[in-house]
């Protein structure tokens, strides 16, 4: 798999029902899907930055979600299973697969806004080195960020909750590189979002939360 490049699946829920647990964020003039939106756009901008990626898919139903996306130069794939996280990522592989069939693919969380192409470079690196089935855990160590297949292979996501004890257990094998921070900050809760701001957030996220600073951490931009 020399020189290979990703196709990554990103799954972003419709933007009313995402980041239930930032409900104790106020940021003015803005809403948890203002946030989940600035998060998902981040991301995707900074995946679509990573000279590993060769591309990115989005599923989704949520149709301001998806224009974004769109403008992004993302493909945009509906959530035609609309059965869940794990379900939407295997329809986006799928789909995947099906425009670029011997397609290494990954997935990664929407939910990344401090995430940096340099490092998320240095984890689909070390996927290749893997050979197999891989993932990378989130900072808390119990779930998971990113998920990635070879070519050929199933990507069998087993996300949401401890999701790192689970895809260990289904034979994934765990990327362990220490100096990776900004592929495993993601953020569900204000004490995520803090540590997000801390590392340096991109800048979507940095201009909505510009009037907002939560306590213990400076707005800082991602670079």
Not at 108 to 116: G, S
Not at 120 to 129: C, D, K, N
Not at 201 to 213: D, H, I, N, Q
Request: net charge neutral; glycine share 8%.
């Amino acid at each position: 798999m020399t020189g290979t490049t990703w196709s990554l699946v990103v799954p972003l829920k419709p933007l009313a029902v995402a980041k239930s647990r930032l409900a104790p964020v106020r940021v003015p003039g803005a809403g948890r899907p203002a946030l989940a939106l600035a998060f998902a756009v981040d991301t995707v901008a900074a995946a679509l930055g990573c000279p590993a990626v060769a591309d990115v898919t989005v599923v989704t139903d949520d149709e301001v979600a998806a224009a974004e996306m769109a403008a992004l130069g993302a493909f945009v794939v509906a959530d035609g299973p609309a059965a869940g996280l794990n379900a939407a990522l295997r329809h986006g592989a799928e789909a995947v697969r099906n425009r670029r069939a011997a397609a290494p693919v990954a997935a990664l969380n929407a939910d990344l806004p401090a995430l940096r192409p340099a490092e998320l470079s240095m984890v689909l690196r070390e996927a290749v080195r893997a050979q197999e089935r891989a993932f990378l855990a989130d900072a808390a160590g119990t779930g998971t960020t990113l998920l990635t297949a070879p070519p050929h292979a199933d990507l069998s996501p087993a996300f949401g909750g401890p999701s790192r004890a689970r895809h260990l257990a289904g034979g994934a094998r765990e990327i362990l590189l220490p100096d990776v921070p900004s592929v495993r900050q993601d953020v569900d809760t204000p004490a995520d979002l803090r540590s997000a701001l801390t590392l340096g957030v991109g800048p979507r996220t940095s201009r909505l939360v510009a009037a907002f600073s939560p306590p213990g951490a400076e707005v800082n931009p991602a670079g």
